[in-house]
Nanobody, 127 residues
Framework: VQLQASGGGLVQAGDSLTLSCAASERSASLDRFAMGWFRQAPGKEREFVASISAWSGISQAYSDSVKGRFTIYRSNTKNTVYLQMNSLKPEDTAIYYC??????????????????WGQGTLVTVSS
Protein backbone atom coordinates (compact mmCIF):
# COMPACT_ATOMS: atom_id res chain seq x y z
CA VAL A 1 0.00 0.00 0.00
CA GLN A 2 1.23 3.51 -0.76
CA LEU A 3 0.72 6.06 1.98
CA GLN A 4 0.11 9.74 1.44
CA ALA A 5 0.63 12.26 4.23
CA SER A 6 -0.89 15.70 4.15
CA GLY A 7 -1.76 18.63 6.37
CA GLY A 8 1.62 20.15 7.04
CA GLY A 9 2.22 23.87 6.97
CA LEU A 10 3.62 26.93 8.68
CA VAL A 11 2.16 27.75 12.08
CA GLN A 12 3.10 29.77 15.12
CA ALA A 13 4.17 28.38 18.45
CA GLY A 14 1.14 27.37 20.48
CA ASP A 15 -0.99 26.66 17.42
CA SER A 16 -2.56 23.35 16.47
CA LEU A 17 -2.32 21.32 13.30
CA THR A 18 -3.72 17.98 12.18
CA LEU A 19 -1.85 15.70 9.83
CA SER A 20 -3.59 13.02 7.78
CA CYS A 21 -2.33 9.79 6.30
CA ALA A 22 -4.34 7.88 3.73
CA ALA A 23 -3.75 5.10 1.26
CA SER A 24 -3.10 6.36 -2.24
CA GLU A 25 -5.18 3.58 -3.72
CA ARG A 26 -8.84 3.85 -2.84
CA SER A 27 -9.17 0.08 -2.77
CA ALA A 28 -6.38 -0.39 -0.21
CA SER A 29 -7.59 -0.77 3.38
CA LEU A 30 -5.50 0.40 6.31
CA ASP A 31 -7.60 -1.46 8.88
CA ARG A 32 -5.11 -4.24 9.43
CA PHE A 33 -2.12 -1.93 9.54
CA ALA A 34 -0.56 -0.69 12.74
CA MET A 35 0.24 2.91 11.87
CA GLY A 36 2.73 5.44 13.06
CA TRP A 37 4.25 8.87 12.62
CA PHE A 38 7.93 9.66 12.60
CA ARG A 39 9.65 12.98 12.03
CA GLN A 40 13.01 14.21 10.89
CA ALA A 41 14.29 17.67 11.64
CA PRO A 42 17.10 19.27 9.62
CA GLY A 43 20.42 17.76 10.58
CA LYS A 44 18.85 15.22 12.90
CA GLU A 45 17.96 11.59 12.70
CA ARG A 46 14.46 10.37 12.14
CA GLU A 47 12.62 9.88 15.41
CA PHE A 48 9.46 8.16 16.55
CA VAL A 49 6.48 10.40 17.32
CA ALA A 50 3.37 8.28 17.78
CA SER A 51 1.78 5.00 16.78
CA ILE A 52 -1.56 3.27 16.94
CA SER A 53 -2.54 -0.37 16.84
CA ALA A 54 -4.32 -2.01 13.95
CA TRP A 55 -8.09 -2.46 13.63
CA SER A 56 -9.78 -0.56 16.48
CA GLY A 57 -6.72 1.49 17.37
CA ILE A 58 -7.23 0.73 21.04
CA SER A 59 -3.54 1.04 21.81
CA GLN A 60 -1.38 4.14 21.22
CA ALA A 61 2.19 5.04 21.98
CA TYR A 62 3.91 8.42 22.10
CA SER A 63 7.39 9.77 22.44
CA ASP A 64 8.05 11.66 25.64
CA SER A 65 8.56 14.87 23.70
CA VAL A 66 4.98 14.91 22.36
CA LYS A 67 3.08 13.06 25.05
CA GLY A 68 0.18 15.16 26.28
CA ARG A 69 0.30 17.45 23.24
CA PHE A 70 -0.19 15.09 20.28
CA THR A 71 -2.94 12.56 19.70
CA ILE A 72 -2.95 9.81 17.10
CA TYR A 73 -6.25 8.30 16.04
CA ARG A 74 -7.71 6.48 13.11
CA SER A 75 -10.94 6.41 11.18
CA ASN A 76 -11.41 3.11 9.44
CA THR A 77 -14.51 4.39 7.69
CA LYS A 78 -12.39 7.14 6.14
CA ASN A 79 -9.39 4.83 5.82
CA THR A 80 -7.23 7.55 7.34
CA VAL A 81 -4.91 7.97 10.30
CA TYR A 82 -4.54 11.37 11.92
CA LEU A 83 -2.03 13.13 14.12
CA GLN A 84 -3.58 15.95 16.08
CA MET A 85 -0.82 18.29 17.23
CA ASN A 86 -1.56 20.88 19.90
CA SER A 87 0.63 23.43 21.66
CA LEU A 88 3.20 23.24 18.91
CA LYS A 89 6.74 24.30 19.65
CA PRO A 90 9.56 25.41 17.34
CA GLU A 91 11.34 22.14 18.12
CA ASP A 92 8.43 20.28 16.51
CA THR A 93 9.59 21.63 13.16
CA ALA A 94 10.35 18.65 10.93
CA ILE A 95 9.21 16.58 8.02
CA TYR A 96 6.57 14.19 9.32
CA TYR A 97 6.27 10.74 7.80
CA CYS A 98 3.40 8.34 8.20
CA UNK A 99 4.14 4.67 8.17
CA UNK A 100 2.37 1.35 8.50
CA UNK A 101 2.95 -2.33 9.04
CA UNK A 102 0.91 -5.51 8.73
CA UNK A 103 3.55 -7.55 10.54
CA UNK A 104 2.56 -6.18 13.93
CA UNK A 105 -0.89 -5.38 15.28
CA UNK A 106 0.15 -3.46 18.37
CA UNK A 107 1.36 0.14 18.56
CA UNK A 108 5.01 -0.38 17.66
CA UNK A 109 7.67 2.28 18.12
CA UNK A 110 10.64 1.01 16.16
CA UNK A 111 11.11 2.22 12.60
CA UNK A 112 12.48 -1.21 11.69
CA UNK A 113 9.08 -2.73 12.34
CA UNK A 114 7.34 -0.52 9.79
CA UNK A 115 7.28 -1.45 6.12
CA UNK A 116 5.29 1.19 4.28
CA TRP A 117 6.29 4.86 4.31
CA GLY A 118 4.65 7.97 2.95
CA GLN A 119 6.46 10.83 1.28
CA GLY A 120 6.38 13.18 4.25
CA THR A 121 4.76 16.51 4.98
CA LEU A 122 6.62 19.53 6.30
CA VAL A 123 5.60 21.18 9.57
CA THR A 124 7.25 24.47 10.42
CA VAL A 125 6.60 26.11 13.77
CA SER A 126 7.75 29.69 14.14
CA SER A 127 8.53 31.23 17.51
Amino acid sequence: VQLQASGGGLVQAGDSLTLSCAASERSASLDRFAMGWFRQAPGKEREFVASISAWSGISQAYSDSVKGRFTIYRSNTKNTVYLQMNSLKPEDTAIYYCTGTKRFADSVTSAAKFDEWGQGTLVTVSS
